[in-house]
């Protein structure tokens, strides 16, 4: 669904220049209203109208029904895509890509963030594939490499073949976790970025409130919830809860992993628990299963996870 710009902006603070650089020649203005997302020391604006991305794209989202093109600084871009992104959508968002080709656009990572696409559209992913086949050369003089984010099952297969279809013109990686694609690309605060995806995809869905409010709750618990006791303590019906979940592409169970697995990480970085006591604290059976949704979720151990950040 289109985000309601015009009720969102009266809920938040009136927009304002965000001080970064001005790259690209002024193109005509829209009276498109802007919501600016904000996290901590970070603030995108996000945008209904590809007039109003390209006058500015860096530090701005488009939003559309089932995607987000996002340029967070002049080093880092990149897509947020969810649901099932059908070709005409794949068409508005190769023309918000175009804009990486402006002149004096400097060499930059990108992340596609796939998590969320229920369904790959034939269509689209043909689309998808000529307009890059298209740009190969012009794409590789400014990325510098590109991290792919995975959704499960059927849909990640077919994402993470898209570049076996299509060789890529500079280096690619495959993941399931935002956070080590993230830290492969180079970026800083690699968590305050993910979050602020996470913030805008929620902004774009209309189920914000809702989920970080279910996500706030389930850490509080630290994973020992169910859905009945969530909905309880949230005040809606279960019913009305799986619906919210499943509004903003998401579901109870993925977001009680990941709820245990964020609890987990904290408890890594700010204690000497081992495994088998961090195991206990979020809720899991066993060290063993605890190592199995750890892996599953981020992609490597808990102990190599911690060694990497001491």
Same mark, same amino acid.
């Given at each position: 669904?289109?985000?309601?710009?015009?009720?969102?902006?009266?809920?938040?603070?009136?927009?304002?220049g965000? !001080? @970064?650089q001005?790259?690209y020649?002024p193109?005509?203005?829209?009276?498109?209203?802007l919501?600016r997302v904000?996290?901590?020391?970070?603030a #995108?604006?996000c =945008? !209904?109208t590809?007039?109003?991305?390209?006058?500015?794209p860096i530090?701005?989202c488009?939003?559309g029904p089932s995607y987000?093109?996002w340029w967070?600084s002049a080093s880092l871009?990149g897509?947020l895509?969810?649901?099932?992104?059908?070709?005409?959508?794949?068409?508005?968002?190769?023309?918000a890509?175009d804009?990486?080709?402006?002149?004096? #656009?400097?060499?930059?990572a990108?992340?596609v963030d796939?998590?969320?696409?229920?369904a790959?559209?034939?269509?689209?992913f043909?689309?998808?594939?000529e307009?890059?086949? %298209? @740009?190969?050369?012009?794409f590789a003089?400014?990325?510098t490499?590109?991290?792919l984010?995975r959704?499960e099952?059927?849909?990640? +297969?077919? =994402?993470?073949?898209?570049?076996?279809?299509l060789?890529?013109?500079?280096?690619v990686?495959?993941?399931t976790d935002?956070e080590?694609?993230?830290?492969?690309?180079?970026?800083?605060?690699?968590?305050a970025v993910?979050?602020?995806?996470? +913030?805008?995809h929620?902004?774009?869905?209309g189920?914000s409130?809702?989920v970080v409010?279910l @996500?706030a709750?389930?850490?509080q618990?630290? !994973?020992?919830?169910t859905?009945?006791?969530a909905?309880?303590?949230?005040?809606?019906s279960?019913r009305q809860?799986?619906?919210k979940? @499943?509004?903003?592409s998401?579901?109870?169970q993925q977001?009680d992993?990941a709820?245990r697995?964020?609890?987990a990480k904290?408890?890594?970085?700010e204690?000497n628990?081992?495994v088998?006591?961090?195991?206990i604290?979020v809720g899991?059976?066993s060290?063993?299963?605890?190592? =199995?949704l750890?892996?599953? #979720?981020v992609g490597?151990?808990?102990? %190599?996870?911690?060694?990497?950040?001491r």
């Amino acid at each position: 669904m289109w985000i309601d710009t015009q009720s969102a902006l009266a809920k938040q603070a009136a927009c304002g220049g965000n !001080g @970064r650089q001005k790259l690209y020649p002024p193109a005509a203005q829209s009276p498109s209203p802007l919501v600016r997302v904000l996290l901590p020391d970070s603030a #995108v604006e996000c =945008v !209904g109208t590809l007039e109003a991305y390209l006058a500015r794209p860096i530090g701005r989202c488009l939003l559309g029904p089932s995607y987000a093109v996002w340029w967070h600084s002049a080093s880092l871009n990149g897509l947020l895509l969810w649901d099932r992104p059908d070709e005409e959508h794949i068409h508005r968002i190769t023309s918000a890509l175009d804009a990486e080709l402006f002149p004096n #656009v400097q060499p930059h990572a990108s992340l596609v963030d796939c998590r969320r696409v229920r369904a790959v559209d034939l269509g689209a992913f043909t689309a998808l594939t000529e307009y890059v086949e %298209q @740009r190969r050369i012009d794409f590789a003089r400014v990325v510098t490499r590109q991290a792919l984010v995975r959704p499960e099952g059927l849909p990640g +297969a077919a =994402v993470a073949g898209f570049y076996a279809v299509l060789a890529p013109s500079y280096p690619v990686d495959v993941f399931t976790d935002p956070e080590a694609a993230f830290r492969w690309l180079g970026a800083d605060r690699q968590s305050a970025v993910a979050e602020e995806l996470d +913030a805008i995809h929620a902004t774009a869905t209309g189920a914000s409130s809702v989920v970080v409010a279910l @996500r706030a709750y389930i850490e509080q618990r630290h !994973g020992e919830v169910t859905l009945k006791e969530a909905a309880h303590a949230l005040e809606i019906s279960p019913r009305q809860l799986q619906r919210k979940l @499943r509004d903003a592409s998401t579901c109870f169970q993925q977001e009680d992993q990941a709820a245990r697995i964020r609890v987990a990480k904290n408890l890594l970085l700010e204690t000497n628990y081992d495994v088998k006591r961090i195991a206990i604290e979020v809720g899991c059976a066993s060290p063993q299963h605890f190592g =199995v949704l750890f892996r599953k #979720v981020v992609g490597t151990s808990p102990t %190599q996870w911690r060694a990497g950040r001491r």
